[in-house]
């Protein structure tokens, strides 16, 4: 079978590394029987290759319409069919959570970003029509596609929602695995390196949604209470504004010695973040998945995460979860792993061991469906967060 793979849709790293270990694990695992030949961006040419280095997978490079976000529907719409019958496709495949009008060959459909999907985080006109016009296009994929992939039950829910339940072909759920080397290097440094005692860790795009504000002023709160804590802002800031609004926030509280605006970082870099710090904390209203809090578990660093979004399902007993936008609780959460010690051992390993469920190989063994592999059916798989349900006692 040959698979053609639009990547067309990525913008950003988490999405890129979602496709990019899916597409590793399936192509090692089918390497004698299906192709994939993935068409990217223009320019983009050296960042795939190095991605999927495989024998079994091809590259075609978009043209420069096709690359921008305002051209490329309509690109795709009216010159992807005939590409796809040119390159003699079997499968279509997208992680755009959308599908294709007029595609020749059956479709699968990798939903992975809600944000259209919360109401409450849209911003002016602009973007409350932009949202509108993605939801009838995830309604028509729900109801379309002849395979959903979902990234987390959370997202599944929110996308049956929007389509008045009116689903179409079948749907899966595969989770997202984080890089073999990642875990290999967490095992390392959880024995090697030392923890900053009342330290705050928060990894993220910082888009208005993230509750960097919200964090915060959680660690004002603390420090009113006498806990010296610490906080680190660790990601690049798409909305400057918001950034801005962050910035003047700890100024007014007086915490520039307490908060760090650190940005983005190299990956060395993160995991020595991820390593030092007492706890991890993203107060997200929106999060399809939440791979940082994952990487961070793997650390041994427990999370606090937001309850109206997929972290709690995807963190498991690995943290403890409250609602976003609410300072005075999300310090009451962050207070006990700060300063009770048996309390944090006992999140620190349920971190660790919630972790290790998320990997490429179990992650993608869902999506072996999509060449009527029915030898992993995901129907009849356990959710990684429900295997150590049992022993999420910590609220």
């Known amino acids: 079978m040959r698979v053609f793979v639009n990547s067309l849709s990525l913008g950003s790293l988490s999405g890129q590394h979602v496709l990019f270990g899916h597409l590793r694990q399936l192509a090692t695992w089918t390497a004698t029987e299906h192709e994939f030949l993935v068409l990217h961006k223009p320019g983009q040419a050296h960042l795939v290759r190095e991605a999927l280095p495989l024998d079994n997978i091809s590259f ?122 990642t875990h290999e290097i967490a095992a390392e440094m959880r024995t090697m390196v030392e923890r900053r005692p009342l330290s705050i860790l928060s990894v993220s795009a910082m888009a208005h949604w993230k509750g960097a504000d919200t964090l915060v002023a959680a660690v004002d709160i603390l420090r009113q209470r006498g806990i010296e804590a610490s906080l680190n802002l660790v990601g690049p800031w798409p909305d400057s504004d918001y950034e801005q609004k962050v910035r003047r926030l700890i100024t007014t509280l007086r915490l520039e010695q307490a908060v760090t605006v650190t940005g983005k970082v190299s990956v060395d870099e993160l995991h020595d973040h991820y390593a030092s710090a007492r706890v991890f904390c993203l107060m997200s209203q929106c999060e399809s998945f939440g791979i940082p809090a994952v990487e961070a578990q793997a650390f041994g660093t427990p999370v606090v995460g937001s309850s109206t979004c997929a972290m709690e399902e995807i963190g498991g007993a690995g943290g403890v979860y409250g609602p976003p936008g609410d300072p005075s609780v999300t310090a009451d959460l962050l207070q006990r792993l700060l300063t009770d010690q048996n309390y944090w051992q006992h999140l620190s390993e349920h971190a660790v061991m919630n972790s290790q469920n998320y990997q490429w190989q179990q992650c993608s063994a869902p999506l072996l469906q999509m060449f009527g592999d029915s030898r992993h059916d995901a129907e009849t798989m356990t959710p990684p967060s429900m295997l150590n349900d049992a022993t999420r006692t910590a609220r």
């Open 60 to 181: 075609i490079e978009s043209p420069r319409a096709a690359g921008q976000w305002l051209t490329r529907s309509a690109w795709e719409a009216l010159a992807l069919p005939s590409l796809m019958t040119r390159h003699s496709a079997d499968l279509y495949f997208t992680p755009s959570g959308t599908i294709l009008p007029r595609s020749p060959v059956p479709q699968a459909c990798l939903a992975q970003n809600p944000w259209c999907l919360v109401p409450e985080i849209h911003r002016g006109r602009k973007e409350k029509v932009k949202a509108s016009l993605q939801r009838s296009a995830y309604r028509q994929a729900v109801r379309g596609a002849d395979l959903m992939i979902y990234n987390s039950n959370h997202i599944r829910g929110l996308y049956q929602q929007n389509a008045s339940d009116q689903a179409g072909g079948k749907s899966i759920v595969a989770f997202q695995g984080i890089n073999d080397d």
